[in-house]
């Protein structure tokens, strides 16, 4: 019934952890049909008896697509390895899914490594929602209730049920998002190709969260070339002006008075919003100016 892909970038102890979670699934013999664990530091050794593919780290987005072409059953399961799934989670997630026809995506209950919740179910983001998060005034874009089973906009890409005729209708995930949004992007193409996404509470996780990467100058790099990405797409020249000018503009120095306060890497991370700027213009080419 299901592929799983795990995308694997020197985690390999949250990666044992994450497939001792997965095997030990209520009925993973029966619903799970292939694991495969995309590889790219490091010479990974399973414990398991999974597929690993091995090459260079091209993304998250398109290592789960290159993952994703090597099954062919009817569910595909995007995990994240710093996940950790509650037995009955798989089953639970598979079976509200499966009730949903018209359904191509679906998350689950998150909670932090201290038990604290984890907005998983989410609503697409404003233009003024990634205006402020571009200088630290917003971080995230939760709906009201966590605890309701139902429809959302998105949800949380750290677990991550799709249906694999829908991710496959749309093309999958759009291999130009590196790292972050891509899975706002995914649903919101499936939500305009007459897909719903679902959200069930009933199912539990624990995201480590922070495990696996953290938000270290690499990934604040991507998270605003990601943001500046989805902006271009998805908002008027205006608002992604906006947006843009706090990314250059403000959020550098945000981000290295946080890092010289938390011991981090003032200058790198000083430095991470403007090369996420420069590759976001790269990336969208000739349309890039009016900013």
Same mark, same amino acid.
């Not at 002006?241 to 120095?253: D, K």
């Given at each position: 019934?299901?592929?799983? *892909?795990?995308? +694997?970038?020197?985690? =390999?102890?949250?990666?044992?952890?994450?497939?001792?979670?997965?095997?030990?699934?209520?009925?993973?013999?029966?619903?799970?049909?292939? *694991?495969?664990?995309? +590889?790219?530091?490091?010479?990974?050794?399973?414990?398991?008896?999974? @597929?690993?593919?091995?090459?260079?780290?091209?993304?998250?987005?398109?290592?789960? +697509?290159?993952?994703?072409?090597?099954?062919?059953?009817?569910?595909?399961?995007?995990?994240?390895?710093?996940?950790?799934?509650?037995? =009955?989670?798989?089953?639970?997630?598979?079976?509200?899914?499966?009730?949903?026809?018209?359904?191509?995506?679906?998350?689950?209950? &998150?909670?932090?490594?201290?038990?604290?919740?984890?907005?998983?179910?989410?609503?697409?983001?404003?233009?003024?929602?990634?205006?402020?998060?571009?200088?630290? @005034?917003?971080?995230?874009?939760?709906?009201?209730?966590?605890?309701?089973?139902?429809?959302?906009?998105? *949800?949380?890409?750290?677990? &991550?049920?799709?249906?694999?005729?829908?991710?496959?209708?749309?093309?999958?995930?759009?291999?130009?998002?590196?790292?972050?949004?891509?899975?706002? =992007?995914?649903?919101?193409?499936?939500?305009?190709?007459?897909?719903?996404?679902?959200?069930?509470?009933?199912?539990?996780?624990?995201?480590?969260?922070?495990?696996?990467?953290?938000?270290?100058?690499?990934?604040?790099?991507?998270?605003?070339?990601?943001?500046?990405?989805?902006?271009?797409?998805?908002?008027?020249?205006?608002?992604?002006?906006?947006?843009?000018?706090?990314? *250059?503009?403000?959020?550098?120095?945000?981000?290295?008075?946080?890092?010289?306060?938390?011991?981090?890497?003032?200058?790198?991370?000083?430095?991470?919003?403007?090369?996420?700027?420069? &590759?976001?213009?790269?990336?969208?080419?000739?349309?890039?100016?009016?900013?």
């Amino acid at each position: 019934m299901v592929d799983a *892909v795990i995308v +694997n970038h020197g985690q =390999d102890g949250l990666v044992e952890s994450c497939l001792a979670c997965l095997f030990a699934s209520e009925d993973a013999d029966r619903l799970l049909s292939s *694991v495969t664990v995309r +590889n790219s530091r490091g010479a990974y050794a399973p414990s398991y008896d999974v @597929r690993v593919v091995d090459g260079q780290n091209i993304g998250y987005g398109a290592a789960c +697509n290159e993952c994703a072409r090597l099954g062919n059953a009817p569910f595909l399961l995007f995990l994240n390895p710093d996940v950790m799934m509650r037995r =009955d989670a798989l089953k639970k997630a598979l079976t509200f899914l499966q009730s949903r026809p018209d359904a191509g995506l679906l998350g689950i209950a &998150l909670t932090h490594g201290d038990s604290r919740p984890q907005p998983s179910k989410m609503r697409f983001p404003t233009a003024e929602d990634l205006a402020k998060r571009a200088v630290g @005034r917003q971080r995230g874009y939760a709906t009201c209730d966590q605890s309701a089973s139902g429809e959302a906009d998105w *949800v949380l890409g750290a677990f &991550l049920l799709a249906r694999r005729a829908a991710f496959e209708a749309v093309g999958g995930f759009d291999e130009r998002f590196f790292l972050y949004f891509e899975e706002v =992007d995914l649903a919101m193409r499936l939500k305009k190709a007459g897909w719903r996404c679902l959200y069930c509470a009933e199912a539990k996780a624990v995201h480590l969260c922070g495990g696996a990467g953290g938000v270290s100058p690499f990934c604040a790099t991507h998270l605003a070339r990601s943001r500046l990405l989805y902006a271009h797409r998805y908002f008027n020249r205006r608002e992604y002006g906006r947006i843009y000018r706090r990314t *250059v503009l403000a959020e550098p120095f945000l981000r290295f008075f946080r890092a010289a306060l938390c011991g981090g890497q003032p200058v790198s991370s000083f430095l991470a919003p403007l090369r996420g700027a420069k &590759l976001a213009r790269e990336a969208i080419g000739d349309d890039a100016g009016g900013v």
